[in-house]
T-cell receptor, first 113, second 113 residues
Framework: GESVGLHLPTLSVQEGDNSIINCAYS??????FIWYKQESGKGPQFIID?????DKRQGQRVTVLLNKTVKHLSLQIAATQPGDSAVYFC????????????FGKGTLLTVNP | DADVTQTPRNRITKTGKRIMLECSQT?????MYWYRQDPGLGLRLIYY???????NKGEISDGYSVSRQAQAKFSLSLESAIPNQTALYFC????????????FGEGSRLTVL
């Protein structure tokens, strides 16, 4: 899994399998979280977000789970496809309206055909 | 056309040179950000601006300066570039009235020799 402060972890999955990318965030006051996807040579792109008053949110093929007790965030990708290969970042916002997101170091997801 | 445009996309320069990276956006957002990305370190905030008259330092502002020339333009300057400023730089925007989602440009790769 991923944590702010560690080297870039990697996850390799087979096409069609489900992927789970983990993130340990640091600030217990954080109340907003985002997952971003970054493909090679491109800027990060928004995938899904969740607020601290929720513990689960679903999008198209993606689900984000939030466990505030242990300060853990996860991104689940269903039926992973080759186009899902990218670096995935979690980001936390420590509150207020400033939205100065603090990013994790990312997890490299490789999907094998 | 991209909503957030960065120029130049790639730049090689020498130590001591002054460099400016420019960012323009067509999203009409009032908030703009400059991030730096280094391998294994994720995205770190350099400067952010909430409007033309509001400039704030991020976590790694030393050695950098910014200018918000208009709501749509936010430039990052390195007054005297040094090799450890070699990195990938991203501009991002966000609407104050929207979600916390940041919209990123495609990045500017800077190499300081």
């Amino acid at each position: 899994g991923e944590s702010v402060g560690l080297h870039l972890p990697t996850l390799s999955v087979q096409e069609g399998d489900n992927s789970i990318i983990n993130c340990a965030y640091s600030n217990s006051a954080s109340d907003y979280f985002i997952w971003y996807k970054q493909e090679s040579g491109k800027g990060p792109q928004f995938i899904i977000d969740i607020r601290s008053n929720m513990d689960k949110r679903q999008g198209q093929r993606v689900t984000v789970l939030l466990n505030k007790t242990v300060k853990h965030l996860s991104l689940q990708i269903a039926a992973t496809q080759p186009g899902d290969s990218a670096v995935y970042f979690c980001a936390e916002d420590s509150g207020g309206s400033n939205y100065k997101l603090t990013f994790g170091k990312g997890t490299l997801l490789t999907v094998n055909p | 056309d991209a909503d957030v445009t960065q120029t130049p996309r790639n730049r090689i320069t020498k130590t001591g040179k002054r460099i400016m990276l420019e960012c323009s956006q067509t999203k009409g957002h009032d908030r703009m950000y400059w991030y730096r990305q280094d391998p294994g370190l994720g995205l770190r905030l350099i400067y952010y601006s909430f409007d033309v008259k509001d400039i704030n330092k991020g976590e790694i502002s030393d050695g950098y300066s910014v200018s918000r020339q208009a709501q749509a333009k936010f430039s990052l300057s390195l007054e005297s570039a040094i090799p450890n400023q070699t990195a990938l730089y991203f501009c991002a925007t966000r609407s104050s009235g929207g979600t916390g989602e940041l919209f990123f440009g495609e990045g500017s790769r800077l190499t300081v020799l």
